[in-house]
Nanobody
Framework: VRLVESGGGLVQPGGSLRLSCAAS????????MRWYRQTPGKERDLVAS????????YYADSVKGRFTMSRDNAKNTVYLQMNSLKPEDTAVYYC?????????WGQGTQVTVSS
C-alpha cells in the first residue's frame, strides 16, 4: 500500500487549497478513504471520509460547509477541496486507509493558513 499526498502550502485566511492523495497497492474502489489532520502535540483528528462506491461523505463539524472530499476511482485518487480556510486549519494533512485491521498513512502534506 502506498499513499502519497500533495497540494499543501501557505495560503491566506479565506483562501483555498486542493489536496490530493494518490493511492496504489490495493483495490482502491473497494475501500473507504479518509483525511486526517494533526498539529504539534495533538492527536490526529478525522477531517472527512468518503465511501467506496456511493461517494457518501462525512465531515467533522469544524470543516462542514467549507471542505469537500471526493474520489476518482479511475485514477485511484482522493481529493480534499478546502475553501474559506482559517488559521485553525493549519496542520499536517494525512490520507488514510484502514484495511485488514491496520491503518495506512501517507507522509502528510503541510497546510499553513496565515496572513
Amino acid at each position: 500500500v502506498r499513499l502519497v499526498e500533495s497540494g499543501g502550502g501557505l495560503v491566506q485566511p479565506g483562501g483555498s487549497l486542493r489536496l490530493s492523495c494518490a493511492a496504489s497497492g490495493f483495490t482502491f474502489s473497494s475501500y473507504v478513504m479518509r483525511w486526517y489532520r494533526q498539529t504539534p502535540g495533538k492527536e490526529r483528528d478525522l477531517v472527512a471520509s468518503i465511501s467506496s462506491s456511493s461517494g457518501r461523505t462525512y465531515y467533522a463539524d469544524s470543516v462542514k460547509g467549507r471542505f469537500t472530499m471526493s474520489r476518482d476511482n479511475a485514477k485511484n485518487t482522493v481529493y480534499l477541496q478546502m475553501n474559506s480556510l482559517k488559521p485553525e486549519d493549519t496542520a499536517v494533512y494525512y490520507c488514510n486507509l484502514f484495511r485488514n485491521q491496520y491503518d495506512y498513512w501517507g507522509q502528510g502534506t503541510q497546510v499553513t493558513v496565515s496572513s
